[in-house]
């Protein structure tokens, strides 16, 4: 059989631990027998970072924003636990923030759904696509401790000395104060990321927050959402047949329940925080969950949305099975195959990532799985496959 053929590369960010195995399996198995895989490696594993001081990370970004679709294995992000355990020269950064910050992106996050792991929300069908704004609000806050009576003030100096200066409060005993902020332009391009990425999966989407409380801070979001879809997404809506629509995020969060999903519901950072844990675990399993960051110049980064999976790797290097799943890291190659079929007009590409999604469903649904889809299927006497027999099983399906 001839192999399918890649003319531009995708950008490969190798990574840490369980997931680095699962990756080379992956490649073996599921890829390489089928394309002639043409990607620019960057190996992200904490080591090689570490001997690069973390450039590797930086040229990768930069890579994905040339080639404009990457696919991302799991990656450690240190703590003082790794400092010791890798001999390393810095707490680097995480990787993800790193890239994040480079590709100004937002980050999409969506369950894989199969028959077989139900979600705990009876009336949720399709999958709901949670799109966080991913910079500012609580997670770039400045925090007081207010020891006693006295006053705390908001205040503004412009760059000629005027200022604007807002009551906080008046306080009369101890207590507590928080400032944060947010910028006109990253919820623009906030907002153009999710109406693009709407398009592109063609589907409604919903944008809340408590503007009705936060009468300047939500309303702006509110207000920039409407002010871009009205100027440059609304026709293009229409003939996709999808809508976009706002709503107060209590509201938001009582008919999400009651939906049947297949929307992407767009939040604020801490909304987007929250919420993503929520839908993740009501659809079964973080392991069954993709991401992908979508730049507003329309740079793609697929990966999966758990982490190394630390605990299974070091059963693996004591010479012990794993039962790892690695179905959100296969999600991450097709979404970037596809969107690299698409970018290309390389339709065989493009085939080939919906025949590997449907291997790969289609073997959960046979009852052949990993450990912990077992553990929570409706199934009756599904097959445990150990990682790499799962990945086999799905070769021999596709
Ligand atoms: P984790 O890798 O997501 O794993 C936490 C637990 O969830 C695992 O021990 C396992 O439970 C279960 N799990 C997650 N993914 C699974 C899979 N594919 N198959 C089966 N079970 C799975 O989180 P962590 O252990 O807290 O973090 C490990 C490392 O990952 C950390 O160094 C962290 O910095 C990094 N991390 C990276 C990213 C990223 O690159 N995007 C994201 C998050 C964390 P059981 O042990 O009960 O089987
Ligand atoms: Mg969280």
Redo the contacts with the bound molecule.
């Keep these: 059989m001839a192999r399918i053929k890649m003319e531009v590369p995708i950008v490969e960010m190798d ?5 680095r195995i ?1 990756w080379k399996m992956i490649k073996e198995h599921l890829l390489e027998p089928f394309i002639e895989l043409n990607t620019e490696y960057y190996d992200l594993g904490l080591m090689h970072r570490n001997e690069t001081n973390d450039q590797v990370t930086i040229d990768s970004a930069n890579a994905a924003k040339k080639y404009k679709v990457a696919v ?8 003082a636990a ?1 400092m010791t355990e890798y001999d390393l020269k810095e707490m680097w950064k ?3 923030g790193t890239i994040r910050a480079i590709l100004d992106g937002t980050v999409f996050r969506a369950p894989i759904v199969v028959k077989g792991i139900e979600p705990c929300v009876k009336n949720w069908k399709k999958p709901i696509t949670i799109a966080r704004h991913a910079y500012g609000d609580v997670y770039k806050n400045t925090e007081m401790k207010i020891p006693g009576a006295g006053k705390v003030e908001l205040v503004y100096t412009a760059e000629d000395g005027t200022q604007i200066k807002e009551l906080v409060h008046q306080y009369t005993g101890a207590g507590v104060a928080q400032g944060m902020y947010n910028l006109c332009g990253s919820i623009e391009s906030f907002a153009r990321s999710c109406f693009n990425y709407a398009l592109d999966i063609k589907q409604d989407l919903w944008f809340a927050t408590k503007d009705t409380i936060s009468k300047k801070y939500d309303h702006t979001f509110k207000d920039i959402f409407q002010e871009i879809f009205d100027a440059e997404y609304k026709e293009k809506f229409d003939e996709a047949g999808i809508i976009y629509f706002y709503t107060l995020i209590d509201d938001a969060v009582a008919r999400v329940m009651k939906s049947e999903g297949g929307c992407i519901w767009a939040c604020k950072n801490y909304d987007g925080d929250v919420m993503s844990d929520m839908v993740s675990s009501a659809f079964g ?3 069954m969950m993709t ?1 992908v960051l979508v730049s507003p110049e329309g740079y793609y980064e697929y ?10 790797y070091y059963k693996h290097l004591k010479g012990e099975e794993t ?7 296969i999600f991450a190659w097709t979404g970037a195959l596809r969107k690299r079929g698409e970018m290309d007009g390389n339709v065989e590409l493009a085939a080939f990532a919906d025949k590997l999604e449907q291997a790969v469903i289609q073997t959960i649904e046979e009852g052949k799985m ?3 889809l077992a553990l929570i299927t409706t199934m009756e006497h599904p097959t445990v496959l150990n990682s790499e027999d799962f990945i086999k099983e799905i070769a021999k399906k596709l």
Excluded: F, W
Aim: hydrophobic share 25%.
């Design positions: 990574g840490d631990e369980m997931t699962l991302k294995c799991a990656t450690i992000t240190p703590n790794r995480s990787p993800n399993s973080l392991a991401s990966e999966a949305a758990h982490g190394t999976v630390q605990r299974h039962s790892t799943n690695s179905v959100a890291t990993t450990k912990d």
